[in-house]
């Protein structure tokens, strides 16, 4: 495929349609991709031993961090700090939210959250990994400290949103609510290209991705959904086919760009669900709505709708295809 098009030149040139946009969104890309490309090279040489395992901590939710979710956090952090237009910071890898007080920061208009690593099992055993990304305005007055209140700000009011995926190429995928496009990174010029413009999910798809080794902690909604993936329907392309890996902007990506559904459910496991609505399941609803797809956490639960009330809380999460997603809350609903 001819390059096109960079990332910096589409975000200047999707900058156009917004009259009174002042810079400061696109400078917060320009952070993004600086420390994307750093953790991708990091990334790359994962399997060399002082970038693998354990640094011996374990972060707010209990898990062990891993080298990488460190390396990836402060990298994130580095940039989005550096170019005074974000005032704050909240990630899966800090206890709490993190206040940017240098003097052009806090007059910054935006706070960002952040996944560092997604799919951290999967770093040492050579499997895609991705960062998820999210930007709000900052409620709290320019120039005072950020509160909470500017990080609990329910999905539908995100300016932007997206992922990085480090995978057979590395990708940064985003939507600012004028769709959602991805750039490929290409190491030998040092730049994202435009590769996916205008993604959309078919309204259709034929991929699940739900970790069936906890089938058993499942409601039965939830269940009777997989059993349904599973039979035999020629008329409606079933049984469907299983595909999950672990990291959850890969199995995102995958079924946007093929059509399919992603499953966490709630279970007795997981009793309000494994994945973080902040970092997690709001940015990823909000890519999947600008796409055509579906996001909920129940039964008539618009994950955008919901108003968080913790910074790592946890949600059901159930995003993708339309039709699919749509089928599978007629089964929680009847079965609930
Ligand atoms: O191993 P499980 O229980 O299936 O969970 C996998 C899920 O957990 C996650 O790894 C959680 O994310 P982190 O790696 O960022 O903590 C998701 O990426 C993934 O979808
Ligand atoms: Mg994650
Ligand atoms: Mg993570």
Not at 245 to 264: A, C, E, P, Q, T
């Amino acid at each position: 495929m001819e390059i096109t098009k960079t990332l910096g030149e589409f975000i200047i040139e999707k900058q156009a349609d917004y009259p009174d946009a002042t810079g400061e969104l696109s400078s917060i890309f320009s952070s993004i991709r600086l420390a994307a490309k750093i953790v991708h090279r990091e990334i790359n040489k994962a399997g060399l031993a002082d970038i693998t395992g354990a640094v011996g901590n374990e972060n707010i939710q209990g898990e062990q961090q891993q080298k990488l979710d460190v390396i990836a956090n402060d990298k994130f952090k580095a940039a989005l700090a550096a170019r005074g237009v974000v005032c704050g910071l909240a990630s899966e890898e800090e206890d709490c939210y993190v206040h940017f007080d240098d003097d052009r920061s806090k007059f910054g208009k935006y706070v960002v959250l952040i996944d560092p690593l997604d799919g951290s099992s999967n770093i040492d055993v050579n499997v895609s990994v991705g960062t998820i990304f999210s930007v709000y305005r900052r409620l709290s007055p320019m120039g005072e400290p950020v509160t909470e209140a500017d990080f609990l700000q329910p999905g539908d009011q995100q300016v932007a949103a997206g992922y990085v995926i480090y995978g057979s190429s590395t990708m940064l995928v985003y939507s600012t609510g004028n769709g959602v496009h991805g750039f490929t990174y290409d190491p030998s010029l040092g730049i994202f290209c435009l590769s996916h413009e205008n993604m959309c999910y078919p309204e259709n798809g034929t991929i699940y991705s739900v970790n069936e080794g906890n089938y058993v902690h499942f409601h039965d909604g939830v269940k009777q959904y997989i059993k349904y993936c599973q039979m035999e329907d020629a008329k409606t392309n079933r049984p469907y086919t299983s595909r999950y890996i672990g990291s959850l902007v890969s199995d995102f990506h995958r079924n946007l760009i093929k059509g399919g559904i992603f499953l966490y459910p709630a279970s007795s496991l997981h009793p309000t669900g494994k994945l973080r609505l902040l970092y997690e399941c709001n940015p990823m609803a909000f890519l999947a709505e600008q796409a055509g797809g579906v996001a909920i956490s129940g039964v008539e639960s618009r994950t955008l709708e919901l108003e968080p009330s913790e910074l790592h809380q946890r949600v059901p999460f159930f995003v993708g295809s339309k039709n699919m997603v749509n089928k599978l809350e007629r089964f929680l609903r009847e079965f609930t």
